[in-house]
């Protein structure tokens, strides 16, 4: 009809417009607060608790309008629930296995019957999380606290864990930290964000109402991230992990450095991710995602559109014709439409073209979906991301440059691409520094798959059998750190002590101490300084051999050389590594009369004892080579269509501080574990007894492993240490040495982020004559990192 306004469906089909969205009662929730008075307390020992003369925080939603108050708890509040988790792990880890289990099964029923109470105040607090996302994440780990003594044996659970997460995170990730712990059989305090506690509360009285034990889930809530390193200072605390934005993250690990707890990092909020076009993919459903992903959906996360040269065009015009008529997106406030004007401004004057919905308002706290065509790699767009709906493309030409590209970013979280060939989207998957790689999908979770956080995208694995091993120890060992206040340092001055001075003597030259070099880059050569340390013998007195003096030069030449050689090494067969390392097995059985005498000579031992530990260090190698091909990830059953599987990936390069127990052991059952899995490793003697590792260094020379992948440096631990923890291409440290010495690792090693393993030498308890399997597999884990790649079928 002449004047009709109805649409034709070719008219519906070219917008692809959403219906508007139905209007969501939050009766429900309404009436759980009201219950509550609005005024929500800590959950402590299984039940609310409102604490007298206590400071409120005020919840407000985006208009304005006050949700309702929390509690600001203070340290008697976090005492009592010290206590009270105490006493709940008790409990929970003397259920058996499928008492647990039982338990967490009955959540889901209560999560069934309450489900709409917990999306309303999800939905209030601007936190929306699916019930049925939560009814998976308990039927999963469920199963995993019913096998955990068949499938996971030789693991103890570590006490009480505290799972910290920042305002803007979801409830989704919080709850993926909290159940693996409870699963295993750990109790938990949970310091939620502001808008993420009030369904935390529900959650936690949810779970005692299925028969949760009192104690085991407690909930403290405060004002900002501080209340998470106060909550830390308790001794009771075995564990801590985050998940949030990067800030938050890195201000926790300062807080924490010193107490003598491990804390991991998941920054899953504001990482930069590609969605990569090529030319084979199909042009239609790669942009109508990611129009859904950049513009539709929560931005937890910044894509940057990476398209092949030869379908920009294609590409543009589609871009164009679906964003058509979209409306302004509004920004958090004022001030963020200033970010993004000049973010936009300066990204045009570099070159970039807008393809924008509409016209931009003059002024208001809103914005058009806007594309930023042909935006340069180092554009502020790309390089830090403002907050407003803002998508940069940028083009590739072969598909090794689009990898270079989609790997520009120093986030590693997550990748999207698009291609029909099958071959191209596995090289391309692999080749990707991420932990998670979608083809022709976006956004795409489950917890029965890994996910680690590459390059500068976190410290621990999240989902699958392999997120569960960071809330357990080998029940042989204790946790590596002893609990302690932290130290009062001066993290620029410490590693910055002057080497004591060398004084010529007249002693005769045919008797003269013996001077050693170290190895960097397969050669053998002296400290880039010039200087030596002097090696005492077992009694103290005396000069017993002279060793480099390596400092920062050094170990930039070492990870230079590390960084040619590691992704050849990496590519290398697992078989073809294992040779490798048997050959290096064979090279120190054949020196062993050489390396026991520097181990006699420098610790005291008798030969006898010396020759014992040589034996053990060319079997413990030998363990490794045959370790080489036997853990490669799996593919495990989806609840959905397609397939995915997971593959553990190498670190990168290493850092290793060795101790001064079992020098020659220690560091052949260390290094073992760095290039087994892939890595390159920068190695640092021990101080005290640098010998037998500089003696090693003429079995490497004989070996045939690449130069470059294997580097010792000798020299001042602290010196050392500290050169490690500043280079940033460096991802993990692992640290034998002083208290002072973890604390300047934990406070410093954030950005980038490290993953660190740390030893207080003092407290020393590890016998590394044991070749138990779980402490193999501890390092081997430690050594490695965690990529998912999905699939979709239909």
């Excluded at 001030?335 to 000049?342: E, G």
């Excluded at 892939?678 to 640092?684: D, E, L, R, S």
Aim: aromatic share 6%; with cysteine.
């Amino acid at each position: 009809m002449a004047g009709s306004s109805t649409k034709t469906v070719y008219d519906i089909f070219q917008s692809m417009d959403y219906d508007p969205a139905a209007s969501s009662s939050t009766a429900t929730a309404q009436a759980w607060l009201d219950h509550h008075s609005h005024s929500l307390g800590l959950f402590i020992d299984g039940k609310f608790v409102q604490p007298a003369d206590r400071q409120v925080h005020s919840l407000v939603d985006s208009k304005g309008g006050n949700i309702c108050n929390t509690v600001c708890a203070v340290e008697e509040d976090i005492s009592q629930c010290a206590s009270s988790a105490i006493n709940g792990f008790k409990t929970w880890s003397g259920l058996t296995c499928y008492q647990r289990a039982k338990v967490l099964l009955r959540v889901v029923n209560v999560l069934g019957q309450h489900g709409k109470c917990v999306s309303e105040l999800c939905n209030l607090c601007e936190n929306s999380c699916s019930p049925s996302t939560l009814v998976r994440l308990l039927q999963y780990y469920s199963s995993w606290a019913q096998l955990r003594d068949t499938l996971i044996t030789n693991w103890t659970p570590l006490g009480v864990v505290e799972v910290v997460v920042s305002d803007d995170c979801s409830l989704y990730s919080l709850v993926l930290k909290v159940l693996p712990a409870l699963a295993m059989g750990n109790s938990v305090i949970v310091v939620p964000g502001q808008s993420t506690a009030p369904p935390a509360l529900l959650l936690a009285q949810l779970f005692v109402g299925a028969g949760l034990p009192a104690g085991v889930l407690n909930v403290l809530t405060g004002r900002d991230i501080s209340l998470g390193a106060k909550v830390a200072q308790n001794q009771s605390i075995r564990y801590v992990t985050y998940s949030g934005n990067k800030q938050d993250g890195v201000t926790l690990c300062k807080a924490t450095a010193g107490m003598g707890v491990s804390v991991t990092v998941s920054p899953c909020i504001g990482a930069t991710c590609p969605f990569i076009i090529f030319e084979s993919a199909d042009i239609d459903s790669a942009v109508d995602e990611v129009i859904e992903a950049a513009f539709k959906k929560r931005k937890e996360i910044n894509w940057v559109l990476c398209v092949q040269e030869s379908v920009v065009d294609s590409v543009v015009v589609r871009l164009q014709l679906r964003m058509a008529g979209m409306k302004c997106v509004e920004l958090h406030s004022n001030a963020d439409r200033v970010l993004v004007d000049a973010t936009v401004q300066e990204a045009q004057q570099q070159g970039a073209t807008l393809i924008q919905s509409c016209p931009a308002p003059p002024s208001d706290a809103q914005y058009p979906p806007t594309v930023l065509c042909r935006s340069a790699p180092s554009s502020p767009c790309v390089v830090s991301p403002s907050p407003g709906p803002l998508l940069p493309l940028m083009t590739f030409r072969s598909n090794t440059e689009g990898v270079t590209l989609g790997n520009h970013s120093p986030h590693g979280q997550a990748a999207s691409i698009w291609t029909e060939d099958l071959t191209l989207a596995l090289e391309t998957a692999k080749s990707l520094s991420v932990g998670s790689v979608w083809v022709n999908s976006h956004s795409v979770s489950d917890p029965c798959l890994p996910i680690s956080g590459h390059k500068d995208s976190g410290t621990c694995t999240d989902g699958g059998q392999e997120g569960l091993y960071q809330f357990l120890h080998p029940s042989s060992t204790s946790s590596s750190l002893p609990r302690s206040a932290p130290l009062s340092m001066d993290y620029i001055k410490f590693g910055t002590a002057a080497s004591p001075a060398i004084i010529p003597d007249d002693s005769d030259p045919a008797s003269a101490p013996k001077p050693y070099l170290q190895f960097v880059n397969g050669k053998t050569c002296k400290s880039e300084s010039g200087c030596s340390l002097t090696v005492q013998p077992p009694g103290g007195s005396g000069v017993l051999a002279y060793c480099p003096d390596g400092g920062r030069k050094d170990v930039r030449n070492a990870v230079e050389a590390a960084i040619k050689v590691q992704p050849g090494w990496m590519k290398r067969s697992p078989s073809v590594r294992a040779q490798s390392l048997y050959s290096l097995a064979k090279g120190l059985e054949a020196k062993k009369q050489d390396i026991a005498s520097s181990i006699h000579i420098q610790t005291g031992l008798s030969m006898v004892e010396a020759e014992k530990e040589v034996d053990l260090s060319t079997a413990r190698l030998s363990d490794w080579a045959a370790y080489c091909d036997k853990v490669q990830g799996g593919t495990p059953p989806m609840p959905h269509s397609g397939s995915a599987f997971s593959l553990p990936e190498a670190l990168g390069v290493v850092g290793i501080v060795l101790p001064d127990k079992n020098p020659l052991l220690s560091m052949v059952t260390l290094l073992g574990a760095a290039i087994t899995t892939g890595n390159a490793v920068v190695m640092v003697p021990s101080q005290k007894y640098p010998l037998p590792a500089l003696a090693f260094i003429q079995v490497l020379q004989s070996s045939d492993l690449p130069a470059g992948l294997v580097n010792v440096i000798s020299g001042n631990r602290d010196q050392l240490t500290v050169a490690l923890a500043n280079h940033n291409v460096i991802k993990a440290i692992w640290y034998w040495g002083s208290a002072e010495g973890c604390q300047y690792l934990q406070y410093t090693c954030t950005v980038p982020l490290k993953m660190l393993c740390l030893f207080c030498q003092k407290d020393e308890e590890k016998d590394w004559t044991l070749s138990h399997p779980t402490h193999l597999e501890e390092m081997w884990r430690n050594a490695v990192q965690w990529k998912s790649v999905w699939i979709p079928s239909a």
